[in-house]
């Protein structure tokens, strides 16, 4: 078993540490703006440095500097606490930015004017102004330390004497820049890593959100056109009930009505009946397949994918298969294996057949044949219905798995407005199954589907 290294353990708890630190500086970003916690920052590191400044001043005999630095570091703290504690950013940063302006123009006196360092600190305070203050305040700031720093100038050049040399030597001069000098770099690092990281951050969720939005489009332009698909099927439908089923109704209501007045010979009466028999039997397997689709459409039909007997299911189909065609004088033979079984859904595959089974005897003209037919192709059975009927012509042929192709009449005149081979497609996919076929005009047409075998 891979063990992990208590080094490896150990680093990863001092990072963890070390985040939990600094998020304890500078703020949480959940909770914080970036400028509120670059102004924490700044304020953490302005505090380090002017202990480390204070100790420089001793040490080199800055007095002035040395009194005027703890009344500053007090100031930065109560700024600190006002931004971490009651995160009153905006007032902290405008005073930030006077008192530091403020502060180094009487550090600019006392630490002997342009031979001092405080210019470098006055360069540094205006990037830290524009990196913390909102943006609408940068001319502002930028316009105050032109000002300020060119005041003192002149100043100086009007007044030198204003401008008192007061380092005691050469030397203290020297530690005097060799320390504000880091220190100023110091901070710009800093800074400027804490805005790297920033920009990558945002970069890096912009990036993502660019892809979550693109993902989001791509789902909803497929929303989109299921549901425009939907709308289709649905107008489709409505035609269907508003003339399709409605037209065999009429004749039903007309054929009844004739003979309820008794006004019609007995050859008559058996042709009507004929007659009737045939709309009976178009309108119940129209509203079946109708009733099957709409409910798979709802989402409310679940299919059980269980060991079928293919023999078995179609004897059970027998009153059904031989109805139709005997009316026909079509022959209908099938030829399968007893011990082949199938993976689907009973009631799915019965729903298909006998579509299958029905369009072929309808499109078979009289003294034809159908033959039904189960072969075994490695992992799939393929069962084929073939009739020797009038084929389908290549320009319907596109459209014969969709609710678009038009309404057909079988060779005894037999109306089919194709919900019927929808269903068979919609059904098949559900079975983990496909379906096609072969057709060619005048010499018949063969559907196949495939599926799962049982046993392998």
Same mark, same amino acid.
Do not use: C
């Given at each position: 078993m891979f063990m992990i290294p208590k080094y490896t353990c150990q680093v990863s708890k001092t990072k963890a540490a070390l985040n939990k630190r600094w998020v304890a500086i500078t703020g949480d970003p959940a909770s914080y703006s970036m400028e509120n916690r670059a102004f924490n920052l700044v304020s953490v590191i302005s505090l380090l440095a002017m202990i480390c400044m204070f100790i420089i001043d001793i040490c080199i005999g800055q007095w002035q500097m040395s009194i005027v630095i703890p009344c500053?570091?007090?100031?930065? /703290?109560?700024?600190?606490?006002?931004?971490?504690?009651?995160?009153?950013?905006?007032?902290?940063?405008?005073?930030? !930015?006077?008192?530091?302006? +403020?502060?180094?123009?009487?550090?600019?006196?006392?630490?002997?004017?342009?031979?001092? =360092?405080?210019?470098?600190?006055?360069?540094?305070?205006?990037?830290?102004?524009?990196?913390?203050?909102?943006?609408?305040?940068?001319?502002?700031?930028?316009?105050?330390?032109? &000002?300020?720093?060119?005041?003192?100038? &002149?100043?100086?050049?009007?007044?030198?004497?204003?401008? =008192?040399?007061?380092?005691? @030597?050469?030397?203290?001069?020297?530690?005097?820049?060799?320390?504000?000098?880091?220190?100023?770099i110091i901070f710009i690092y800093f800074i400027t890593t804490y805005l790297k990281k920033y920009y990558k951050s945002e970069k890096r969720i912009a990036e993502e959100r660019l892809v979550a939005i693109k993902e989001q489009n791509e789902v909803m332009l497929k929303q989109t056109a299921a549901l425009e698909h939907m709308n289709a099927e649905k107008s489709k439908m409505f035609s269907i009930i508003s003339h399709d089923l409605r037209a065999p109704i009429d004749s039903i209501k007309a054929y009844l009505e004739i003979l309820s007045r008794s006004l019609v010979t007995a050859e008559e009466k058996e042709a009507?009946?004929?007659? &009737?028999?045939?709309?009976?039997?178009?309108?119940?397997? &129209?509203?079946?397949?109708?009733?099957?689709?709409? *409910?798979?459409?709802?989402?409310?039909?679940?299919? *059980?994918?269980?060991?079928?007997?293919?023999?078995?299911?179609?004897?059970?189909?027998?009153?059904?298969?031989?109805?139709?065609?005997?009316? *026909? !004088?079509?022959?209908?033979?099938?030829?399968?294996?007893?011990?082949?079984e199938v993976i689907a859904d009973a009631d799915m595959l019965k729903v298909v057949m006998r579509n299958l089974l029905g369009n072929a005897v309808k499109f078979t003209p009289v003294g034809g044949e159908v033959v039904i037919k189960a072969t075994r192709n490695g992992d799939n059975v393929e069962v084929s219905v073939k009739?020797?009927?009038?084929?389908?012509? +290549? +320009?319907?042929?596109?459209?014969?798995?969709?609710?678009?192709?038009?309404?057909? /009449?079988? @060779?005894?005149?037999? *109306? !089919?407005? !194709?919900l019927g081979l929808l269903l068979c497609k919609e059904f098949m996919e559900r079975q983990n199954g496909s379906i096609w076929f072969e057709s060619a005009v005048g010499e018949g047409t063969t559907f196949y589907i495939s599926l799962p075998v049982s046993r392998v």
């Open positions: 500053l570091f007090v100031f930065q /703290f109560f700024l600190y606490y006002q931004s971490l504690v009651k995160k009153r950013y905006r007032t902290q940063v405008l005073l930030y !930015g006077l008192v530091s302006y +403020a502060g180094l123009a009487v550090n600019y006196h006392f630490n002997s004017g342009v031979g001092g =360092p405080t210019m470098f600190i006055f360069f540094l305070i205006f990037q830290l102004l524009l990196t913390i203050a909102p943006s609408r305040y940068s001319i502002l700031w930028t316009a105050l330390n032109i &000002l300020l720093a060119g005041g003192l100038y &002149l100043s100086e050049y009007l007044h030198p004497d204003w401008y =008192p040399d007061t380092y005691p @030597t050469r030397g203290s001069r020297l530690i005097d820049f060799a320390f504000t000098y880091p220190i100023a009507i009946e004929d007659e &009737l028999l045939t709309q009976v039997r178009y309108t119940s397997e &129209l509203l079946q397949n109708m009733l099957h689709w709409s *409910k798979s459409q709802m989402q409310g039909l679940q299919e *059980k994918l269980v060991p079928l007997n293919l023999k078995e299911l179609i004897d059970e189909m027998g009153s059904y298969r031989l109805s139709g065609a005997s009316v *026909k !004088g079509v022959k209908l033979t099938y030829s399968i294996d007893k011990e082949v009739d020797s009927g009038i084929g389908i012509p +290549a +320009a319907r042929q596109q459209e014969l798995f969709t609710l678009h192709s038009e309404t057909t /009449f079988g @060779t005894n005149n037999e *109306k !089919g407005v !194709g």
